[in-house]
């Protein structure tokens, strides 16, 4: 089983950044697809990015251009650079992981509850 924790979360102004960090335990980090989620209030659970074993990313329409994912295997973190933020960014932001590519892709597609590992979540904030 892998754990995740979640961190960076917070509150910025229009146009501001932060960087997610998502601290992985066990030894299976390597086997596991990654990925970014988040929830904004009345909202449904929605795919950010993903990366996958091989280094494959993937990312929503809404953050592309504006987010970068990224991982440090030495550090088994997983990141989420979040750049030029938006009202609409604000979300509990959830870092999640599976051992089946597809389950995880599959997230994106509204699928999400089928993910295997969640983080408890990070909030961010965006002021406009």
């Known amino acids: 089983q892998v754990q995740l924790k979640e961190s960076g979360g917070g509150s910025v102004q229009t146009g501001g950044s932060l960087r997610l960090s998502c601290a992985v335990s066990g030894y299976t980090y390597s086997k596991h697809c990654m990925g970014w989620f988040r929830q904004a209030p009345g909202k449904e659970r929605e795919g950010v990015a993903y990366?996958?074993?091989?280094?494959?990313?993937g990312y929503a329409d809404s953050v592309k251009g504006r987010f970068t994912i990224s991982k440090d295997n030495a550090k088994n973190t997983l990141y989420l650079q979040m750049n030029n933020l938006k009202p609409e960014d604000t979300a509990m932001y959830y870092c999640?992981?599976?051992?089946?590519?597809?389950?995880?892709?599959?997230?994106?597609?509204?699928?999400?509850?089928?993910?295997?590992?969640w983080g408890q979540g990070t909030r961010v904030t965006v002021s406009s």
């Open positions: 999640a992981a599976d051992l089946k590519w597809g389950t995880l892709r599959s997230g994106f597609d509204g699928n999400w509850r089928r993910v295997a590992s």
């Open positions: 990366v996958g074993t091989y280094g494959t990313t």
